[in-house]
């Protein structure tokens, strides 16, 4: 059941755009629904081999389709991208949304939204702003929603409800069942949020980029550092920032970070 029907609002193509692969997993009854093209930013391979595989049999599970970027590079390589405010990769992306949108006709992009809990993630959601800002320079009428990836959020920013009824439900079960490489995580979030396997929400974008702000990637990535696993943290200031602003700021007509969130929901 769709209590706010997106279909009504995509005149093509809708398309999806996730930082990791298995984030799709929190969308697949939409995604059955909605058959999008999935775009993946990395492999998944931080924390061993890359997962682009199980995420490609998700989709096609759901009647999704594979876009022309489906884990463009390994996590490593986008993280030495945010430390050095490289927009390359990033621009690879956007400009493949932006492509795929103009030949499917897409008028609504779904990507993860910013959460604190990854900096790819928060990424990610600007990747899609960009492309959406883009298209609206072009003159088409895209609309950019967002889908957390963890548990959380305001409830006034849904835009969109789908609750899955018990056939909808097990076939999602079955999905995330046969992606054994996040069968912890997902454990992990249904713990947190015991719903995610019969709701899925999308959400209108509400980040608005200020000065400062601690997401709990921050610290996670400083208790690396003190225990040597990684050489250098990542900070919002430094790094996530300025790389968001300095991408968001080619497409958009006003300031961004100035405590005004960029609107891309309508």
Known sequence: MI???????????TLLLHAHPGHELRLFGWMAQQKPTLFLMTDGSGAGAPRTHHSLQSALRAGARPGAVFGLAPDRDWYAAILNTDLTMFDKVISAIVEAATAKGSTLIVSDAVDGY???HDLCE??????????RRQGRDVSHLVARAVAGGNSDDIVTEIRLDRDEQQRKQEAVDAYASLAEEVQRLLDEDPAALSRERLRRPTFAWDARWSPSWESIGASRVAASKY???IEYERHVRPLALALLER???EPIG?????????
């Open 3 to 13: 209590l706010s029907d997106t279909r009504e609002a995509a005149g093509g193509r």
């Open 118 to 120: 990854n900096p790819m």
């Open 126 to 135: 600007v990747v899609a702003a960009s492309a959406t800002l883009r298209l």
């Open 231 to 233: 050489t250098q943290r």
């Open 251 to 253: 497409w958009s007509a």
């Open 258 to 266: 100035s405590g005004e969130r960029v609107d891309c929901a309508s």
